[in-house]
C-alpha cells in the first residue's frame, strides 16, 4: 500500500478496522459474511469502516453478484496486504511506530478476550499459547532463523478457510532486548 505511514495508520489502525481485514483476510467475505462474524459491531457502524477500507484501497471489490433487488459485493484484501510500505515503515516517527505497536498490541488483546468470552474454552485442546522465549542469535543464525520461519508459513498462508480448519491467529514480535 502506497499511503504514507501516518494516513495509513489513520485508516487501518482502528479496532472494528482491524477486526474487519483480519476477517478478510486470506479469503473473500460479504458485508453479510462480516456481519455474521462481527455481531458485536451495529451494522451501520461495520458498513461505514467496509465503506472506508474500500475507498483507501485496503478492501477491493472482487465479484459483485444481485441479491433480491440489490447488489452484494464481496471484498478482498488486495494483492500485497494493507501493511506500510517499507518506506513508510522506514520513514515512521518513534511515536508513530509507538501507535502501530499500541494497535497490534490491542488487537491481540481484543481476539484473545473474545476467545476468554467463550462459552467454553481449553486452551490446550484449542491450541492457545503465549509465552516469550530470548534467542541469542549472531546476525547469520537470526536470517537463518527468519528465513526457515518464513519457509514454514509461506505455504500455510495459501489455504482456504472451510474443510475443517480452524482459523487461527499468528502474531510475531522479533526485537533486539538490550544486554545487562
Known amino acids: 500500500m502506497g499511503a504514507s505511514s501516518e494516513r495509513w495508520a489513520d485508516l487501518a489502525l482502528h479496532p472494528v ?21 462481527l455481531p458485536d459491531v451495529p451494522q451501520a457502524t461495520l458498513y461505514r469502516h467496509i465503506a472506508t477500507l474500500a475507498g483507501a484501497g485496503m478492501l477491493e471489490v472482487v465479484a459483485e453478484r444481485k441479491v433480491g433487488g440489490a447488489t452484494e459485493r464481496v471484498y478482498s ?18 511515536q508513530e511506530h ?6 497490534f498490541v490491542g488487537s491481540l488483546l481484543s481476539e484473545f478476550n473474545r476467545y476468554l468470552a467463550r462459552e467454553s474454552i481449553d486452551l490446550v485442546a484449542d491450541g492457545v499459547g503465549y509465552q516469550q522465549v530470548a534467542l541469542n542469535l549472531d546476525d547469520t543464525e537470526f536470517a537463518r532463523f527468519a ?30 532486548l538490550t544486554e545487562g
Open 17 to 37: 478496522r482491524i477486526r474487519i481485514l483480519t476477517a478478510v483476510s486470506g479469503t473473500r467475505r460479504t458485508a453479510s459474511d462480516l456481519a455474521g462474524l
Open 98 to 103: 509507538a501507535r502501530y505497536f499500541t494497535a
Open 77 to 94: 484484501v488486495p494483492e500485497g496486504g494493507v501493511t506500510p510500505t517499507a518506506e513508510g515503515l522506514a520513514s515512521a516517527t518513534p
Open 147 to 176: 528465513q526457515g520461519f518464513a519457509e514454514l508459513v509461506q505455504p500455510l498462508l495459501a489455504n482456504e478457510p472451510g474443510g475443517g480448519r480452524t482459523p487461527r491467529l499468528l502474531a510475531t514480535i522479533l526485537l533486539p
